[in-house]
């Protein structure tokens, strides 16, 4: 059977559905052919929420079962997934995890049952249709979705009689939902990271010299030797990791991998 079958179009939506009854520890699955959604539909006394199609919606958190979610897109009977949504959901009546990827990387999970796949269009061909998802539980928003992030923090301070900073930016790294990420296990914790192989430091004073060191899987520092010539106030010097600093990531994957406006402020 043809499994590589692609969507049309896919608004850069990505649906998938996936075994167990964790989100966390599911095996997931790509559905293709996702154009749009709709949902979660859902109303109580005091609250209705309908048609949330952008990312850019308030979360709204603790909403309860009682909703649908709906999907429109293309199915092909030659994609193996969509067989499987026809002959074994359909009809198997499970809840199971469902989560819609969005291109920001904004993930949206809940407990889904497929109770409707109505077909448009011929035998062979890629047909119409509209996945209906009774939801049990609670919808989980998870802005940023699978991404880890960095967050940064500074304490530089440069001394404008000698030009020496003192101080240090610490960075550290906050893996996401489903994100292993960490700082690369190929230097030891209190080791310097290699400039130019693991990050890149740039509009640094004349007179310092920076290093970035790793302080352990999820947290790295970067400080200043030297001093600086001209002792001025800067606030553009540049520091970008590579993708070799990291583990079970690239650097693109991870939100706030360059950080461009670090300051040192002489006083």
């Not at 992030?149 to 101080?167: F, I, K, R, Y």
């Not at 296990?185 to 209190?190: F, G, Q």
Request: glycine fraction near 8%; aromatic fraction near 10%.
């Amino acid at each position: 059977m043809a499994v590589s079958y692609q969507a049309r179009t896919s608004k850069g939506l990505k649906f998938f559905r996936g075994t167990g009854s964790s989100f966390a520890t599911a095996v997931w699955e790509h559905v293709p052919g996702i154009s749009a959604w709709n949902g979660p539909n859902i109303s109580k006394p005091t609250i209705t929420v309908t048609t949330t199609q952008s990312e850019a919606v308030e979360k709204i958190s603790d909403i309860p079962d009682n909703g649908t979610i709906t999907f429109n897109g293309y199915v092909d009977d030659l994609c193996e997934t969509h067989q499987n949504l026809l002959t074994q959901d359909l009809y198997s009546r499970d809840y199971r995890p469902c989560k819609v990827e969005f291109p920001t990387g904004t993930v949206m999970y809940f407990m889904g049952q497929l109770t409707g796949m109505p077909l448009s269009g011929g035998v062979g061909a890629a047909n119409t249709t509209t996945y209906t998802f009774d939801v049990s539980g609670k919808i989980e928003w998870v802005f940023g979705g699978k991404r880890a992030t960095l967050s940064w923090d500074s304490t530089l301070a440069g001394t404008e009689s000698t030009g020496a900073v003192t101080g240090k930016v610490t960075v550290t790294l906050i893996p996401g939902k489903e994100s292993t990420a960490k700082f690369t296990t190929s230097v030891e914790n209190a080791v310097n990271f290699t400039a130019n192989t693991h990050y890149k430091l740039a509009n640094v004073p004349a007179g310092l010299v920076g290093a970035l060191k790793k302080v352990s899987d999820t947290v790295a520092e970067l400080s200043f030797t030297g001093a600086a010539t001209n002792k001025a106030d800067v606030s553009n010097i540049a520091l970008t990791f590579m993708d070799s600093a990291f583990a079970n990531a690239d650097a693109n994957l991870i939100s706030g991998s360059t950080k461009t406006d670090i300051a040192i402020t002489f006083v």
